[in-house]
């Protein structure tokens, strides 16, 4: 479903890189199948190394000029690539975000952002409209990959790439931590044609982790350093609400 949602996308100019990061289901051949269908897709089979070491090898192979992530239990419609190239016509950004949806079987719904949008984000409004969420309790729009086009020769200049690491959400989330620490431009859009698949049981969002806790601890303990440098205002309460709501969470699940 996810490789047939690319397929159909109304902007055709795009190269879409498959990385079998191991997988024991059938996702190969069907990573196969498209690859020999479509010229446009490109495959590669790895020994499993985890999300973040095969993103990583994504990056090295990008020829394109933005670059991308879908995961693989997700669609898209078929005006998300249009949609987020669009404001590329206007102004060369660093990163482009979209808006997006929440899908389950028979409904969906999207997530509410505070974050300026249609409007030029300079380095100041990135500092104190996105940077600053990481301290006030989060913002919907800002953690993931898969909302977002950035720029392939803005990635390349300051050597960015995934790291693995303890924490919780951490390939995206520091990811994204660093994008924004460097951009010096971005815009929001306003549609929303990403469809998150809230039904995966055996994704990694949905999965307990033996160290959750202490991942969680840890990228508080990291925000704060980095605060240093910020010098944002922090709201204990609002600013480790995150931590405690999914440390309840994690005293719920069944071990």
Known sequence: KCLKSILVQTYVHFEIILINDGSKDNSAAICKTFAKQDKRFIYINQANQGVAMARNHGLKLAKGTYIGFVDA???????????VVSPLTQNNYDVVLAHYKICNTDNFHIPKTKIPTKIYLGENEIKNNILKTYYSGGDSIVPALWNKIYKRSFIEQHHLKFHNQKAVRASDYWFNFEVFQHASSAFVIEHANYCYNNEVSGSII?????????GFLDSQKKLLDANKNFKFKVDKA???????NNTNQDVGHDR
């Open 206 to 214: 949905n999965s307990f982790r033996e160290n959750q806790f202490e």
């Open 73 to 83: 239990d997700d669609i898209i419609e078929p005006n998300m690539f249009q949609n």
């Open 238 to 244: 609002t600013f480790y609400s995150p931590f405690y």
